[in-house]
């Protein structure tokens, strides 16, 4: 057992802490009021290497594992929740889509600009009759010729209006169920392809949400990524990862909400004394930091065992399920100790509230990990 960090992953650490602190933290609450998407930020974040974290340098990639795409994602989540599940969705979702199942020609061309940052990538798998039960996917691509010609809509995207690319699910074949559905890459600017209403959210506001509309959308044959009617499998497997980096967006946010309190608590005076002082404050405070520690070892099982091949369906769905659930609630505690001003736009701790809401409920609800945990465990017996 060894529960250091090596020294490459410590200079990542805090080379993203750096990026995040300096260049993120001054602009969040601006573009979080105006709903804006951090573009410049993210190009930033690519030339750094964060947006090509686990790819293979042969594709433009930084080489590195989950471990550190876990690392890296709290710690732009510490800062901001926004631009970490940006960084996630189109790490984790999109280009691991490509990288995963799709030929070396599909990654030459679409991976290599996700991994360099040139491009913004997105992954639509929900539909508006199809969250949960993704497998209930109604939108279709059916063959003709050399073409697919796709029709549907999709709904809640991260990066649905401004990725340059974007992978779809359609039903192919219709009478094999979850059989039957396939992936797709398309870009935006395709005729037939077209972002839909972009979402006015709670949380997460300069993150982008948007529908995506496809209106015979042809696409060559060759953008089919993966088997014809692995879609959904391949998509299962992409969560199964996915997990890992929602859990440590809601860690990163959990640190934020956790530290922010904690100096605040030093400052605040109240009956002539600082509010750390007193007992139910410092309660609230260890058992904040308790939580946040257990999240964290968690996360780090789940994402070394993704680094070492191993099936992490269970275990991610416990790192993301407990992250999120502990994080709703450190950021609740958070919000408690900085009384009225924990409400008010001036601190940082009502948008920790605000945006940590997603994480027990993106890439998988609570209810949804529970079942799925429940699963693993009875398969054991
Ligand atoms: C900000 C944001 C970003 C997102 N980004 C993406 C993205 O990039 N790509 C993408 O494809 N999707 C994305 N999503 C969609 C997200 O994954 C879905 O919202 C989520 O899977 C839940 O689906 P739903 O919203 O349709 O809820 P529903 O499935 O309608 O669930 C409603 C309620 O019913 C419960 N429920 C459903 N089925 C069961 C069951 N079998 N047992 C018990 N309870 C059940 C749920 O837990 C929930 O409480 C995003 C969502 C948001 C809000």
Not at 26 to 45: G, H, I, R, T
Not at 222 to 227: K, M, N, V
Request: proline share 2%.
């Amino acid at each position: 057992m060894d529960f250091e960090w090596s020294e490459e992953q410590k200079l990542l650490r805090a080379t993203v802490r750096e990026f995040a602190e300096k260049e993120i933290s001054p602009s969040v609450m601006e573009f979080d009021e105006a709903q804006k998407f951090p573009s410049d930020l993210m190009k930033q974040a690519g030339e750094l290497g964060l947006l090509g974290i686990m790819f293979p340098e042969e594709y433009g990639g930084a080489g590195f594992g989950y471990a550190e795409y876990a690392l890296v994602v709290e710690e732009i989540s510490r800062v901001d929740g926004s631009m970490g599940i940006s960084v996630a969705a189109h790490n984790g979702l999109c280009a691991n889509h490509i990288h995963l199942f799709g030929n070396d020609a599909q990654r030459r061309r679409f991976l290599t600009p996700l991994a360099s940052g040139k491009w913004i990538g997105g992954w639509s798998l929900t539909e508006p009759t199809a969250g949960s039960d993704a497998g209930g996917t109604r939108s279709v691509a059916r063959l003709d010729g050399n073409h697919w010609v796709l029709n549907g809509s999709k709904t809640f995207t991260t990066h649905g209006s401004v990725g340059d690319v974007i992978v779809v699910f359609a039903v192919t074949d219709k009478d094999k169920g979850k059989h039957g559905i396939s992936a797709f890459v398309i870009e935006h600017g395709t005729p037939g392809f077209r972002a839909g209403k972009k979402e006015n959210k709670m949380g997460l506001r300069a993150s982008d949400t948007a529908e995506v509309v496809m209106e015979d959308c042809r696409i060559p044959q060759d953008q089919l990524i993966g088997e014809r009617g692995h879609g959904f499998i391949d998509a299962m497997q992409i969560l199964d990862g996915g997990r890992i980096s929602i859990a440590a967006l809601a860690l990163g946010m959990a640190r934020g909400a956790y530290e922010a309190a904690l100096g605040y608590s030093r400052e605040r005076e109240q009956f002539g004394q600082s509010i750390a002082e007193f007992q139910a404050i410092q309660f609230m405070l260890a058992d904040m930091a308790t939580k946040i520690e257990a999240a964290a070892l968690l996360i780090a099982q789940a994402a070394w065992m993704k680094d070492q091949e191993r099936n992490v369906t269970k275990v991610a769905a416990m790192a993301k399920l407990f992250a999120s659930e502990i994080g709703v609630e450190v950021a609740d505690r958070a919000l408690q100790i900085f009384g009225g001003y924990g409400y008010v736009k001036d601190f940082p701790v009502e948008k920790y509230y605000r945006d940590m809401k997603l994480c027990t409920i993106g890439e998988g609800t609570s209810e949804i990990h529970r079942l799925v945990i429940a699963r693993e465990l009875l398969k054991s017996l």
